[in-house]
């Protein structure tokens, strides 16, 4: 065996190492990037989910918040209602007159009076627009005065130092009770469904 033959042997066998160490390359590259692309593959599973919930989610929080803003604003909505035909029964009741204004003032001292002790010294307040009428029927009393004005739709405010007693009886105090107690009723009326 010449040297020749010996150095074409270790080429030969270097280029055959040489060979199996490319294809062991090739493979263990190819095992590398097929596992890559199927955790690539997972992870873009997994973003397209993750992406998905969060829209999922957004969108419910959205009509969620809309859904809120639109009831807070049918409230909004029905308060005003409301507080408008509140206003308009307070400008209808401040507005009676005659007889009929005379008949519920003498009512309301009536039931006030009630709260008194015989001989007490009552004073009578009322609405300024009143004065005349207040004046009028406080003269049927004994032992009652018009003491002045008070800031009010009608009615009476009666006191008595003697009792230690002060009755609202005002046009305002009357609504205010009646309106309270009928309150979810005037709503299912204007509001029905």
Wanted: net charge negative.
């Amino acid at each position: 065996m010449s040297l020749d033959t010996v150095v074409e042997d270790i080429r030969n066998e270097a280029r055959e190492r040489a060979q199996e160490i490319r294809s062991e390359g090739d493979e263990r590259a190819e095992e590398i990037l097929s596992e890559a692309e199927a955790d690539a593959e997972e992870i873009l599973a997994e973003q397209e989910q993750e992406t998905e919930q969060a829209i999922a989610q957004e969108r419910e929080q959205k009509l969620s918040s809309a859904k809120l803003e639109a009831k807070q604003k049918r409230l909004e909505a029905r308060r005003d209602v409301l507080q408008d035909v509140r206003e308009t029964v307070e400008q209808r009741i401040a507005g009676l007159e005659g007889d009929r204004r005379e008949e519920l003032t003498r009512a309301l001292l009536d039931a006030a009076s009630e709260e008194f002790d015989d001989g007490d010294t009552v004073r009578v307040y009322g609405r300024a627009d009143d004065d005349e009428l207040l004046t009028d029927v406080v003269a049927d009393y004994d032992n009652y005065e018009y003491a002045g004005e008070y800031d009010c739709l009608g009615g009476v405010v009666v006191e008595s130092q003697q009792s230690r007693l002060r009755v609202n009886n005002t046009f305002d105090s009357v609504l205010e009770e009646v309106w309270e107690d009928n309150l979810q009723d005037i709503s299912n009326r204007l509001f029905e469904q």
